[in-house]
């Protein structure tokens, strides 16, 4: 059967795997974390299974017990334009914060990508949960939640606009008549807002793609609002179907009031996987990444997200998370998937912090490659998920096992391309190139 949706597939590379104890594997070369070679690897095994794009997070701040595990170390803008050439074809997603960049200087940088890149940069806009990093950028405070995504939509608003300063027909190229740039073909914005004061225009011209593409990660209220507002793209943390469904009417709706097509943004989960032969031969995969978590982190990275500190507890004593309304946290979304797990299933501290060692509240499919398949079937057809974002445990070998074993039943199935059909990432995705002419301008001038 051939399906006229596809998925989008992307790939989320950390360092040598998102599992909190893939560097304690006996085969992962803890050099890695820095190395390029390995990066670049990752790069084109992803290009090599026809993934849409490849995703790299980014923390402005060292995160707490750096001594249990390798975290972001290197900056995913760098690193991206780095493998930008070394592939052709797949998309380079990179993480930057709103609350920690100005919108002149983030907009530049992409646009730049886009054109290095020929068309395949994406900007996953966050406005970044972790207070400690307001220390690292001369700030005396970290803004809460409401104030960080008031900023972040003036942020994304100005950025578009930069973007759009330059007609797709700005440069004339006349060199008998010493005219570079048609002089009505290049915009000031002049943008004067609560956060911001920005003249513009870029001095980059129009990119590829128009605009690099817009993704954006966060569940939270404001947080989705912002996505049914800008983005193209959204990354979020869904581990149960029906919340999943819920999660994506939601969005699609709000997506439709901001007078948006809702089939040109994609909600795309995050999914870990374990792949075996057999569904034991998974299990036994799952527990041996599991066995090699140190608790202490795991107690850490509860507190973080809940709130609440547990490193005195017992760990084979049974746990529920109390509701967000009897906690502090600015991991809301995720404080409260960790509420519903322990709601709704009997598990110990341990069983919790060895749940949460891969995704961190995530999907985790473990199986065969067909009962991975099967995951990602059921969701895509039933209505919470238009793709995803493979979080593999560790790296490279297990973004190799979904390549080289699901990714093919996929295509066999005719859920998922079996080759590229454009050079962009925005025809990978199926989404518009927003075109900007003299001649749109005045159409939309007139029309206002």
Excluded at 96 to 115: I, K, M, Q, V
Excluded at 139 to 165: C, K, T
Excluded at 413 to 421: D, H, K, P, S
Aim: hydrophobic share 40%; aromatic share 8%; proline share 6%.
């Amino acid at each position: 059967m051939t399906y006229t949706r596809q998925l989008h597939l992307n790939a989320f590379l950390r360092n040598v795997g998102q599992h909190e104890a893939a560097w304690r594997l006996p085969e992962t070369r803890i050099a890695s974390v820095t190395d390029i070679d390995h990066y670049r690897n990752l790069a084109r095994i992803a290009e090599r299974g026809k993934l849409d794009a490849i995703f790299f997070a980014d923390h402005p701040v060292l995160k707490d017990r750096a001594q249990d595990r390798p975290w972001d170390s290197l900056d995913p803008f760098t690193l991206i334009a780095a493998l930008s050439g070394v592939t052709e074809r797949i998309g380079l997603v990179a993480t930057a914060s709103t609350t920690y960049n100005d919108p002149y200087g983030l907009a530049r940088r992409f646009a730049t990508l886009d054109h290095v890149s020929k068309g395949r940069a994406a900007w996953n806009a966050v406005t970044t949960a972790n207070a400690a990093a307001a220390a690292n950028f001369s700030l005396g405070y970290h803004p809460d939640p409401d104030a960080r995504y008031e900023r972040a939509a003036e942020f994304l608003e100005i950025v578009n606009r930069l973007w759009d300063s330059w007609d797709d027909d700005a440069i004339l190229g006349d060199k008998e008549g010493g005219t570079f740039v048609q002089p009505d073909g290049i915009h000031r914005i002049d943008h004067h807002g609560k956060h911001f004061d920005v003249a513009g225009p870029l001095e980059v011209p129009r990119s590829p793609q128009g605009r690099p593409v817009v993704f954006q990660a966060g569940s939270s209220e404001p947080g989705k609002d912002l996505a049914a507002r800008f983005a193209e793209a959204i990354f979020t943390a869904q581990p149960v179907l029906d919340e999943a469904q819920a999660f994506y009417a939601d969005v699609k709706s709000r997506v439709r009031t901001y007078g948006r097509d809702p089939d040109k943004v994609h909600i795309l989960p995050g999914l870990s996987f374990f792949i075996g032969g057999t569904e034991e031969e998974a299990k036994r995969l799952q527990d041996k990444f599991e066995d090699l978590t140190l608790p202490t982190y795991g107690l850490a990275q509860l507190k973080r997200i809940t709130g609440i500190d547990y490193s005195n507890h017992d760990l084979d004593d049974v746990v529920r998370i109390p509701p967000r309304g009897e906690v502090a946290t600015d991991q809301k979304s995720r404080h409260d998937l960790v509420h519903h797990l322990t709601s709704t299933e009997t598990v110990t501290l341990r069983q919790l912090l060895r749940r949460l060692s891969a995704g961190r509240g995530h999907r985790i499919a473990t199986g065969t490659p067909d009962q991975v398949a099967d995951t990602i079937q059921h969701w895509f057809e039933n209505g919470a998920a238009d793709g995803f974002n493979l979080i593999p445990p560790a790296l490279p070998t297990s973004l190799t096992a979904f390549v080289d074993n699901v990714v093919p039943i996929l295509q066999n199935r005719g859920l998922f391309r079996t080759e590229y059909e454009g050079a962009t990432l925005r025809e990978h995705l199926g989404l518009d190139r927003p075109n900007v002419t003299r001649a749109s301008r005045v159409f939309a001038a007139a029309a206002e």
